[in-house]
């Protein structure tokens, strides 16, 4: 054999073979609807550029979405259907049958994420997910949530935010992010499972089921294994998959244990009633009665764990940058809030839930940095035409992108991308109605809509204007000149925040509130100082 030809053979050998699977694993299905497609480059950007989730949506999404409604995206290990069009998506919402829930427990069950999530109430379909909403309900959707813990919390996080700042100095930022994170953690514990976690004020690590929410999200969102969760497959090739794994299996066991320690006290003791209706007890009770399995009792734990914290720490986060680049708009809150502060230095929610710029302000927010910024996880289950027109053959994922719809200027204006919470109104009936109607018909969505919709809302809400309650009455803040926000990978969301604050001093609606403005005097500047 000639020399070339031996070169020619070792290179089909060696190359042909992966050069065949991977066209085969890559290509777009010949039955998908023909939509621009988004290169699968874009999906794995993160291994070698720095651009933010926005820059990428500017470049490669917003143009395709806006003319076309729909793009085709590679995302968790194949081609699926990326939706924004608010007829579109209304449609999908309000066929669950049709387009029905299915998560990475479906999708890609042997995956790192299938092993934390499992099959809980999101993402579950038909039989399980009434079980499942059955048994939990009550506890997430309480008419009335006392706001004594959510103030105490509250008041919590703007101390330690106080202390850090005064340890770093006038002119230093201090980064907001592990705090807030810590705060979710523990107002989810205590709203939802009855746990006290007491991790905000303790060193980060100290309380190691908080601290592995970092590891978990850090772990969970790599480009590569995110985009090509088949690689999950070899965790005896790769180390780092090997511990994701362990990460997940660590968590699971921690919570598990702390709730059955939890049950077991409470069963000893035989609590109060408040206590009767938190989520874990009714999960609690599911499971020894035999309705659900071990299984199904852990997955359903770890979900209200992860989403009762990790939205509202998104959202928290975007707040800190977004009113920290706008003191004006702190201002205006802040004297709407003190005004009811001096009658309601404890509000209730009902008090809460009527302040208008403050309701203005929060749905303004999830209309900019929806937390849930986008999920593919249903599938078609038939062949379907989506709002009569766009075909979807049977076995499609299909998903939806919220800031598509929030930031597209035909459906919200010139101004679409530009935070003026005066679009929702004057009163709250007004702002309430506009929150219903957007939601109904598709174009707000950062709690989804319809069948499906979050049955945390009302909570998340609340303790969202709980916290700029407490935070508005005690400081401003600006975010940190040197700091250049950028959207996290995933999520809109700002990728840590650095915020200098300010105590606020004293002002004519805060007269007479010495007990409630307990550090008033101990460190002054005023607001024009800050520029
Ligand atoms: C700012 C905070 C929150 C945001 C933005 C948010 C957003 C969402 C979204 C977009 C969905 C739909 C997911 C999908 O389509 O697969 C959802 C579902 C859900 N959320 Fe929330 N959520 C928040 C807070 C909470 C809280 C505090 C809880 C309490 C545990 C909660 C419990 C749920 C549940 C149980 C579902 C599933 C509903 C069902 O499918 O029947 N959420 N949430």
Known sequence: MSMPSIVLSTFLLLF??????????????????????????????????????????????????????????????????????????????????????AGSQIKIPHAVIATLVGDNIINAHGENWRLYTNTMKAGLQKKVFDTTSLLKQSRKLVDVLIDLQKGVGVDKGILVNDDVQKWAVDVMGENFLDLDLKSLGQPNGAVRIEALQSIIKATLFKPMYFSFPDLDHFPWLLPSRKRAYNIMHEFDN????????????????????????????????????????????????????????????????????????????????????????????????????????????????????????????????????????????????????????????????????EFRAERWGESVEEMQGRFRRETVRGTYIPFNAHKRKCLGQGFALLQVKILLFVLLGRVSWVVDPEYRLKMTPVCCSSDGVYLMLILIGWDSCTAGLSGYFDRVGVFMKRLSSTG
Request: aromatic share 10%; proline share 7%; glycine share 4%.
């Open 16 to 101: 042909l073979p992966p050069l065949l699977f991977l066209t085969w694993y890559l290509h777009i299905p010949r039955a998908l609807p023909n939509l621009p497609k988004i290169p699968i480059y874009v999906s794995i950007l993160g291994l070698w550029s720095s651009m933010g989730q926005d820059e990428i949506y500017e470049r490669w999404f917003r143009t395709p979405l806006e003319n076309h409604g729909a793009v085709l995206v590679w995302f968790a290990g194949r081609w699926s259907v990326l939706v924004s069009r608010p007829d579109w998506l209304t449609d999908m919402f309000r066929n669950e049958q049709l387009y029905a829930k």
């Open 254 to 417: 921690r919570l598990y244990a702390k709730i059955m320690t939890m049950l077991d006290k409470r069963n000893q003791t035989k609590s109060n009633e408040q206590s009767e209706e938190m989520v874990s007890h009714m999960l609690g009770e599911a499971y020894t009665s035999g309705r659900i399995t071990e299984k199904q009792f852990r997955d359903n734990l770890k979900i209200t764990f992860l989403t009762a914290h990790e939205n509202a720490q998104q959202l928290v986060t975007s707040m800190f940058w977004q009113l920290g680049t706008r003191v004006d708009i702190q201002d205006r809150l802040r004297s709407e809030i003190l005004c009811t502060a001096k009658t309601h230095p404890n509000p209730s929610q009902e008090i809460i839930n009527n302040l208008p710029y403050l309701t203005a302000v929060v749905l303004e927010l999830l209309r900019l940095f929806p937390p849930v910024c986008q999920l593919i996880n249903r599938v078609a289950l038939q062949p379907a035409l989506l709002g009569g027109e766009l075909p979807i053959p049977k076995g499609t994922f299909v998903g939806w992108n919220a800031w598509a719809v929030h930031s597209n200027p035909a459906v919200w204006g010139e101004d679409a991308r």
